[in-house]
T-cell receptor, first 109, second 113 residues
Framework: RKEVEQDPGPFNVPEGATVAFNCTYS??????FFWYRQDCRKEPKLLMS???SGNEDGRFTAQLNRASQYISLLIRDSKLSDSATYLC??????????FGKGNQVVVIP | NAGVTQTPKFRVLKTGQSMTLLCAQD?????MYWYRQDPGMGLRLIHY???????AKGEVPDGYNVSRLKKQNFLLGLESAAPSQTSVYFC????????????FGDGTRLSIL
């Protein structure tokens, strides 16, 4: 089983709509969770950390479910500028983070 | 605010040539990482360093060497480039604790002919 698994999509979402996707992880000992955003041919950038109680940053909401070992990201009121690939990142062993392959989001006008 | 700077941004090499990619960070981070990203593969860790003078192998270290002689710099070397090493290379750094978020450079696009 891969350390971090994501459905690559693409997730086509009309502008103004809500889109949500999950990421599953295999290491039950993982303590840190993040969502990164990566635009085409650009570097990944931290979108938000994910806390046990869940957290919100503007239109973005992240949730953690330790029992089922997944994290989720919800984007409300989607903007064209939200089109990107969203990488799920989970702390692994050996001083490193494990990156998922990403969920591609395409916001359609 | 420079953050993480990678040089060069682009490079084309012939098979068998050698080169060094430089990563510099000005955030006083202890941890530094080199990744490669290929279509459909996601980010794969090549090597990493937990502090000045230390290096460790990641998941795809073969064909690469690294050095961390100064805290702010992390060098990635290709001794004899192969077409399979054509990729986009990203450097990242993080604070002392390894599970802190990582900050990325803007990448080096390397083509091996």
């Amino acid at each position: 089983r891969k350390e971090v698994e994501q459905d690559p999509g693409p997730f086509n979402v009309p502008e103004g709509a809500t889109v949500a996707f999950n990421c599953t992880y295999s290491n039950s000992a993982s303590q840190s969770f993040f969502w990164y955003r990566q635009d085409c041919r650009k570097e990944p950038k931290l979108l938000m950390s994910v806390y046990s109680s869940g957290n919100e940053d503007g239109r973005f909401t992240a949730q953690l479910n330790r029992a089922s070992q997944y994290i989720s990201l919800l984007i409300r009121d989607s903007k064209l500028s939200d089109s990107a690939t969203y990488l799920c990142v989970v702390s692994g062993g050996n001083n490193r983070l494990a990156f998922g392959k990403g969920n591609q989001v395409v916001v359609i006008p | 605010n420079a953050g993480v700077t990678q040089t060069p941004k682009f490079r084309v090499l012939k098979t068998g040539q050698s080169m060094t990619l430089l990563c510099a960070q000005d955030m006083n981070h202890e941890y530094m990482y080199w990744y490669r990203q290929d279509p459909g593969m996601g980010l794969r860790l090549i090597h990493y360093s937990v502090g000045e003078g230390t290096t460790a192998k990641g998941e795809v270290p073969d064909g690469y060497n690294v050095s961390r002689l100064k805290k702010q710099n992390f060098l990635l070397g290709l001794e004899s480039a192969a077409p399979s090493q054509t990729s986009v290379y990203f450097c990242a750094s993080s604070l002392t604790v390894s599970n802190q978020p990582q900050h990325f450079g803007d990448g080096t696009r390397l083509s091996i002919l």
